[in-house]
T-cell receptor
Framework: NAGVTQTPKFQVLKTGQSMTLQCAQD?????MSWYRQDPGMGLRLIHY???????DQGEVPNGYNVSRSTTEDFPLRLLSAAPSQTSVYFC???????????FGSGTRLTVV | AQSVTQLGSHVSVSEGALVLLRCNYS??????LFWYVQYPNQGLQLLLK??????LVKGINGFEAEFKKSETSFHLTKPSAHMSDAAEYFC??????????FGKGTRLHILP
């Protein structure tokens, strides 16, 4: 089925560990974004990309890196996990912001 | 800075009653406006969007929203609530020449 696939669905990390959250889409969307969702905070943009080889920072980029080597994939790297990064992370893709985004089902990350 | 405000973090309605979820935005020009729905343990799903065509926008699952420039509002309505409508709803705005901004969400509870 066409859509946005995120892996893993759940992850527990120890403080200081690093990991990569995977995101892949098969809709040939140019725009891809990473959000984190925390209770009462809505969605906050971490990083986004408007095409392969192009990335930019969002509202809360500190502690996260991204790259976009292909149209399909947009991995999010946590460099040194901190408890403040405990959250639900969503990847989304679109033909453009005005089109509306397709979201993945999320990765629930706990940092202990 | 541009913003979007959703009035009420929780709204309860009886099954069969009118659903009204409020969204106001701050923008000097009419932006693109969206409503997304999030069911438990899922990603966000696009309900409907306003992109400067008709001011009354119809979406999926019987929802609609009306863009009112004079009130800078984009409230979401459904004539008759169903138990399956229980979810969290997010209003989002794209100011011209900027990234999408999400409201903090309104959780809709349906009372039997």
């Amino acid at each position: 089925n066409a859509g946005v696939t995120q892996t893993p669905k759940f992850q527990v990390l120890k403080t200081g560990q690093s990991m990569t959250l995977q995101c892949a889409q098969d809709m040939n969307h140019e725009y891809m974004s990473w959000y984190r969702q925390d209770p009462g905070m809505g969605l906050r943009l971490i990083h986004y990309s408007v095409g392969a080889g192009i990335t930019d920072q969002g509202e809360v980029p500190n502690g996260y890196n991204v790259s976009r080597s292909t149209t399909e994939d947009f991995p999010l790297r946590l460099l040194s996990a901190a408890p403040s990064q405990t959250s639900v992370y969503f990847c989304a893709s679109s033909y453009g912001d005005w089109w509306g985004y397709t979201f993945g089902s999320g990765t629930r990350l706990t940092v202990v | 800075a541009q913003s979007v405000t959703q009035l009420g973090s929780h709204v309860s309605v009886s099954e069969g009653a009118l659903v009204l979820l409020r969204c106001n935005y701050s923008s000097s020009v009419p932006p693109y406006l969206f409503w997304y729905v999030q069911y438990p343990n899922q990603g966000l799903q696009l309900l409907l969007k306003y992109t400067s065509a008709a001011t009354l926008v119809k979406g999926i699952n019987g929802f609609e929203a009306e863009f009112k420039k004079s009130e800078t509002s984009f409230h979401l309505t459904k004539p008759s609530a169903h138990m399956s409508d229980a979810a969290e709803y997010f209003c989002a705005v794209i100011p011209r020449d900027d990234k999408i901004i999400f409201g903090k969400g309104t959780r809709l509870h349906i009372l039997p």
